[in-house]
């Protein structure tokens, strides 16, 4: 089991004091969110600063994924927005144009991005769309994984298996998966729903949540069962499990910390139990 921790949750460290702190408690990724202080995509000398964080993550030994979800990167006044489903989606698109090439560079297992919120009789926008990333990506050898997001366009597993039929099936086209998400509204338990989706699996994001409620938790303040989680993931999932807690940056190294050793807790109880 390889553990990373998402740098949305480091949004007050620069983001080579965030990789040092992260690799010092010993995890071994980052799921990297390009924003406005982390790797900014629209900054200036991008090509430079990424060779720049290639290198740093290479000497502090941290795998990466690239995760899109930057609150106010696009827009200052509007959270999120531009996202697939506006009527201008050309800012999102250019977005995640610039995540897939520096997730090319970097060596990321994976880039993920998910739909915006948009209504039903717009699906067909969303197809559209997002096979324009998907060739994007394909040209540039990326594998990309689509989170489905409670309350947006695609909102679970089902309208991920949807969309993923939809667009035929792309080889590179894989699931972002939130634990947390899977307690908060899928049928499944979270185990059966790692297992759902093993085949397509390429990322996971890992948080506790409570049913019906759309707040990433720290571990063992929600309703989750991890044990069983984190051996479903180790029977059929090899890449990054990164710790996403994206308001929590207030106390970034101690939650980090406490998030490691639960989780380490939580695989070892797996093994026990197995």
Partial sequence: MRFGYGTNGFTNHRLSEAFAVIAD????GVALTLDTNHLDPFG??????????????????LAVVIETGARYLLDPWRKHSPTL???DPEKRLEYLRRAVRVGADLGAEAVSFWAGIGAPE?????????RQVVDFAAENQVTLGFEPEPGMLVNDIADWRRL?????????????????HCRCLEDLSVADCVTAVADHLVN???????????????????EIDFPPVLAALEANYH???????????????????????????????AGDRG
């Avoid at 717009?122 to 997002?130: C, H, S």
Wanted: hydrophobic share 35%; glycine share 8%.
């Fill in 204 to 222: 996971v994001q890992i948080d506790d949540m409570r049913r019906g409620v759309h707040e990433h938790l720290e571990f063992g303040t929600g």
């Fill in 85 to 87: 489903m506006d009527d």
């Fill in 164 to 180: 993923y039929d939809d667009l035929r099936k792309p080889a590179n086209f894989g699931i972002t998966l939130d634990i947390g």
């Fill in 239 to 269: 890449g990054l499990v990164s710790v996403e807690l994206p308001r929590h940056s207030h106390a970034a190294p101690t939650i980090a910390a406490q998030s490691l050793d639960f989780l380490r807790d939580a695989a070892k109880e």
């Fill in 25 to 28: 408690l010993g995890y071994d």
């Fill in 122 to 130: 717009r699906w067909e926008r969303l197809v559209d769309r997002t």
């Fill in 44 to 61: 200036p000398d991008l090509a430079r600063r990424t060779t720049e964080v290639a290198a740093e993550l290479g000497r502090r030994n």
